[in-house]
T-cell receptor
Framework: DAKTTQPPSMDCAEGRAANLPCNHS???????VYWYRQIHSQGPQYIIH???NNETNEMASLIITEDRKSSTLILPHATLRDTAVYYC?????????????FGAGTRLAVHP | DTEVTQTPKHLVMGMTNKKSLKCEQH?????MYWYKQKAKKPPELMFV???????INESVPSRFSPECPNSSLLNLHLHALQPEDSALYLC?????????????FGSGTRLTVV
């Protein structure tokens, strides 16, 4: 299973862009990178995923380096409600089945 | 309906009790999952069901017994738990067992074993 490395915590000012990095140097060619977040005491929420191209949706943008060994999740205008733990996950297969294995994540604090 | 519903939201049980957690989704998803999350830790995968069959058991103790009666419903039967089993139990679903789409998670059941 490809492992991911994220900083344990980050701060961001409200209204500014939050850039959350993730290293996944052992990723295989057909493995997707997923980002989830978990607001306190709630279930994880899907944000975005990608393979090799940059992706954007209504929540965030995902920038994947050309060698695919790292990626950055961008929240373009962070709000206080974006305070959460953000998980970068490389999906693992086991016997043909999909497994999302969570790492420690990054605790993002958005402050006024 | 784009939600995964878990009941109950909170559960307190004694070590000799038998209880069940319930998870339901009506999105037509064919894969369902149980995760366990201890305080300040990431979720840990317990079980994977694909097309109503148990596909993955992550070496979970037998006091946790999953059941998938139909494609919309997933249960977790609990028996003779220990205080260290107290945690947030999360259910999730996805379109298929090997697909490229994200999981939808429920809000979890917070279990306390006394």
């Amino acid at each position: 299973d490809a492992k991911t490395t994220q900083p344990p915590s980050m701060d961001c000012a409200e209204g500014r862009a939050a850039n959350l990095p993730c290293n996944h140097s052992t990723i295989s060619g057909n493995e997707y990178v997923y980002w989830y977040r978990q607001i306190h005491s709630q279930g994880p929420q899907y944000i975005i995923h990608g393979l090799k191209n940059n992706e954007t949706n209504e929540m965030a943008s995902l920038i994947i380096t050309e060698d695919r060994k790292s990626s950055t999740l961008i929240l373009p205008h962070a709000t206080l409600r974006d305070t959460a733990v953000y998980y970068c996950i490389v999906r693992a297969y086991s016997g043909g089945y999909n497994k999302l294995i969570f790492g420690a994540g990054t605790r993002l604090a958005v402050h006024p | 309906d784009t939600e995964v519903t878990q009941t109950p939201k909170h559960l307190v049980m004694g070590m000799t009790n038998k209880k069940s957690l319930k998870c339901e989704q009506h999105m037509g998803h064919r894969a369902m999952y149980w995760y366990k999350q201890k305080a300040k830790k990431p979720p840990e995968l317990m079980f994977v069901y694909s097309y109503e069959k148990l596909s993955i058991n992550e070496s979970v103790p037998s006091r946790f017994s999953p059941e998938c009666p139909n494609s919309s419903l997933l249960n977790l039967h609990l028996h003779a738990l220990q205080p260290e089993d107290s945690a947030l139990y999360l259910c999730a679903s996805s379109r298929g067992g090997g697909d490229y789409y994200g999981y939808t998670f429920g809000s979890g059941t917070r279990l306390t074993v006394v």
